[in-house]
Antibody, heavy 120, light 111 residues
Framework: EVQLLESGGGLVQPGGSLRLSCAAS????????MSWVRQAPGKGLEWVSA????????FYTHSVKGRFTTSRDNSRNTLYLQMNSLRAEDTALYFC?????????????WGQGILVTVSS | QSALTQPPSASGAPGQSVTISCTGT?????????VSWYQQHPGKAPKLIIY???KRPSGVPDRFSGSKSGNTASLTVSGLQAEDEADYYC???????????FGGGTKLTVL
């Protein structure tokens, strides 16, 4: 059974930093692209970032480019999202999701989400 | 690139069928057969129910079906059941500049 478990969220002041982690199990992590998707309170889904299997390709939505960095450690089966210069509008539930180009740009497994709150 | 357009709400009685639309542009929905649909119950993570416009992952009932015409994709839920009441989101690949766009979501109510 595929399991994705996010951690590292919390309350941070505007301009601060957080690092999210997503621990994967139940499948061959290194064989699948991964993404981060967020959902602001009471709002819809927003794709944030994607990373290919070997980290060769990394994509970001425009609003986080230059502030967020996605990486993965295939030896630890873990996906990361380093978030810097955080803004109030980054407040959201952050999901890690399995899938990408090879899956028709669909996400077939999701974590339970981790809450990031940016507020003074 | 703007989000894909979905109606905010849809409804139907048990046993009926309901169709939810997802309108994009010739740069996303209209160009690629990479439209997906997700079901999200309150407080839960999204669940993939349709990918590549028409395909269903294993375990998803065949009451859920997808289609596309031009720049608009559609999700049809047939034989509505109480457990189908949820939020539904479409998504589409939109080139490497935008990767994946989501729709704003549709709240499906089973009357």
């Amino acid at each position: 059974e595929v399991q994705l478990l996010e951690s590292g969220g919390g309350l941070v002041q505007p301009g601060g930093s957080l690092r999210l982690s997503c621990a994967a199990s139940g499948y061959t992590f290194s064989s699948y692209a991964m993404s981060w998707v967020r959902q602001a309170p009471g709002k819809g889904l927003e794709w944030v970032s994607a990373i290919s299997t070997d980290s060769t390709y990394i994509f970001y939505t425009h609003s986080v480019k230059g502030r967020f960095t996605t990486s993965r450690d295939n030896s630890r089966n873990t996906l990361y999202l380093q978030m810097n210069s955080l803004r109030a509008e980054d407040t959201a539930l952050y999901f890690c999701a399995k899938g990408g180009a090879a899956a028709g740009y669909s996400f077939d497994s999701w974590g339970q989400g981790i809450l990031v709150t940016v507020s003074s | 690139q703007s989000a894909l357009t979905q109606p905010p709400s849809a409804s139907g009685a048990p046993g009926q069928s309901v169709t939810i639309s997802c309108t994009g542009t010739s740069s996303d929905v209209g160009r690629y057969n990479y439209v997906s649909w997700y079901q999200q119950h309150p407080g839960k993570a999204p669940k993939l129910i349709i990918y590549e416009v028409t395909k269903r992952p294993s375990g998803v009932p065949d009451r859920f079906s997808g289609s596309k015409s031009g720049n608009t994709a559609s999700l049809t839920v047939s034989g509505l059941q109480a457990e189908d009441e949820a939020d539904y989101y479409c998504s589409s690949y939109a080139s490497d500049n935008y990767y994946v766009l989501f729709g704003g979501g549709t709240k499906l109510t089973v009357l």
